[in-house]
């Protein structure tokens, strides 16, 4: 699939946001006054930015509020919600800590697990594609789930959390890698069984209905990226997981925390970039290409 | 309302036969000219001059060779486009409505004035039926040329899709899947029409016959018997030369 920097930033950078709402939500850290409204100003920042960045790849996003009709059925529909109803309880709570120095307590857990939500959601868009094998298995929701509570517990100044949650967001990643290799193969899908042709022989794509590219093909049949898929996972795991644990392990202060963020954003912006590219949409085969 | 009907009252749609289509292309410019001037939004085209051109299609034809462990390889065309599905994937991812399942005939269509543009009904449909025109932002696919097909204005043959109209082989059918003694209907129960990739349980309506068998180079060779060379070892000249080349 088609890596579009919009989507990418914005499935990070939510998904970071809502992290750290879950955190703010529970209490962890638990903050007042102007503390509170530099926390929750990051928090909104990413997640906020990030919503309005998914903007930037739609065709009318004029029509965007149209996108909050069909809740029953979309997974985009119901993260719209969902993002929305989280910003307003969050905001909520927010406020009563920043200025009236209040915790509604159970409102910031209700917060927290609507932010949860909203990332599962966000998820499911890309989970649910049966015609993406590689995005169509369990590990995509746990993915986006453990990376946003990890990376969340990391801006939140949450040492520990953060430490053990971005060590498992790593391995949700690792095995999603694995699995996610086999995933066209294991779904079947191939030439002959996209044209139905394979019965009397080998099929081959001899020639494609034009002599250029088309939406299709550049939306879904990303292919250049794959080259460097090994370096850059070696990489983003190394930035993601491996220098920020180690940093915060060997002194948790300001300027490590902060080395250790920076890094971890970009890891992670990493991965999702492989996220993409890497994916194969079945109907690359139609034109002879994975 | 992107619920899907749990039935609609008739399942119209094409029978698209391999063994027929010659790769022409006609209904593709058939298609893009009728559905460029009418329905919704034109289909534009990028560069349609330069060294890049890109357009919107809602109907392409590929072609795929067939090589049987016997024999001479097989060329097959391949025209797709929108199987208008009964459990269609990209309605039900769509956010805003626009894309729906007409419960009256079945036909799959995007209601371009609620379209944002998300792209998501493209990714989730598994043929490729489904292109986001880049001038105008909204999701452009085959509408079973709703606006022929009940056209009073049109003669009387001409209320078929474009792409049927136009078939100068005679590879296209359109009908009404929902009833058994239709053209379509029956098609598919004589020719052993099929499914594109069943396994993503879209069951889509349209149908495609696959190729007859051919004849095999066996049977062609009738006089073959009577040409067989008379003598094996030949001599003279014709030997030494047989000979001689051997040796180079
Ligand atoms: S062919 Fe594609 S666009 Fe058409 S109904 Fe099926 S899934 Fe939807
Ligand atoms: S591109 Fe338009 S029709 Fe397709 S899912 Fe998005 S809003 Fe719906
Ligand atoms: S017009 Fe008919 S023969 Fe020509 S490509 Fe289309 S289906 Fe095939």
């Known amino acids: 699939m088609h890596p579009a920097p919009s989507i990418i930033f914005f499935t990070v950078a939510s998904g970071l946001g809502f992290g750290m709402m879950f955190w703010l939500g529970i209490g962890a850290p638990t903050v007042i006054g102007f503390n509170a409204f530099l926390f929750y100003l990051v928090a909104y920042a990413l997640a906020v930015g990030g919503l309005i960045s998914s903007t930037f790849h739609l065709g009318n996003p004029q029509r965007a509020l149209k996108a909050f009709t069909q809740w029953k059925t979309s997974w985009l529909s119901r993260e719209g919600w969902l993002s929305v109803v989280t910003l307003s309880v969050i905001g909520l709570y927010a406020i009563a800590e920043i200025f009236f120095y209040t915790r509604l307590i159970p409102l910031g857990f209700l917060g927290a697990v609507l932010a949860l939500a909203s990332v599962f959601a966000t998820s499911m868009i890309y989970g649910q594609l049966k015609t993406v094998p590689r995005w169509n298995q369990w590990t995509t929701p746990v993915v986006f789930l453990a990376m946003s509570l990890g990376g969340g517990a990391l801006l939140a100044g949450q040492i520990l959390p953060a430490i053990v949650l971005i060590v498992m967001a790593a391995i949700a990643v690792i095995l999603a890698w694995i699995t996610g290799d086999k995933a066209f193969d294991r779904a079947g899908h191939t030439l002959s069984s996209a044209t139905g042709l394979g019965t009397d022989g080998a099929v081959r794509a001899f020639e494609p209905p034009h002599t250029g590219t088309n939406y299709l093909m550049k939306e879904m049949v990303h292919v250049i990226g794959r080259k460097h898929a090994t370096k850059l996972r070696v990489i983003g795991m190394i930035l993601f997981a491996l220098l920020p644990v180690v940093l915060l392990l060997l002194s948790a202060n300001h300027v490590t925390g902060a080395i250790a963020a920076v890094s971890h954003i970009a890891g992670a912006l990493t991965i999702r970039w492989l996220f993409f590219a890497e994916a194969e949409h079945v109907v690359g085969l139609y034109y002879g290409k994975r | ?248």
């Open chain 2, 1 to 248: 309302m992107t619920q899907l009907p749990t039935s609609t009252e008739k399942k119209l749609g094409l029978v698209i036969d391999l063994d027929t289509c010659v790769g022409c292309h006609a209904c593709v410019v058939s298609c893009k000219g009728w559905n460029t001037e009418n329905y919704g939004a034109p289909l534009s085209d990028q560069d349609a001059y330069g060294s890049a051109p890109v357009g919107t299609f809602l109907n392409r034809v590929h072609s795929y060779e067939i090589q049987p462990d016997q024999g001479p390889a097989q060329l097959i065309h391949f025209p797709k486009s929108c199987l208008h599905c009964e459990d269609a994937p990209c309605v039900t991812v769509c956010p805003t409505g626009a894309s729906y399942k007409r419960v009256e005939d079945g036909i799959v269509l995007v209601n371009e004035s609620d379209c944002i543009g998300c792209g998501l009904c493209a990714w989730a449909c598994p043929y490729g039926a489904r292109e986001l025109d880049q001038a105008e932002g909204v999701m452009k696919k085959c509408t079973l040329c709703v606006d022929r097909i009940y056209n009073e204005n049109l003669p009387e043959e001409d209320r078929q899709p474009a792409c049927v109209r136009t078939c100068p082989a005679g590879a296209r059918h359109f009908g009404d899947f929902s009833d058994p003694d239709s053209n379509v209907s029956k098609l598919t129960a004589e020719r052993g029409g099929m499914d594109l990739m069943p396994d993503q349980g879209t069951k889509p309506v349209n149908k495609y016959l696959p190729p007859r068998p051919k004849d095999t180079w066996e049977d062609i060779d009738i006089l073959a018997p009577l040409l067989e060379p008379v003598a094996e070892n030949a001599g003279g000249l014709l030997g030494w030369l047989d000979k001689t080349l051997e040796k180079l």
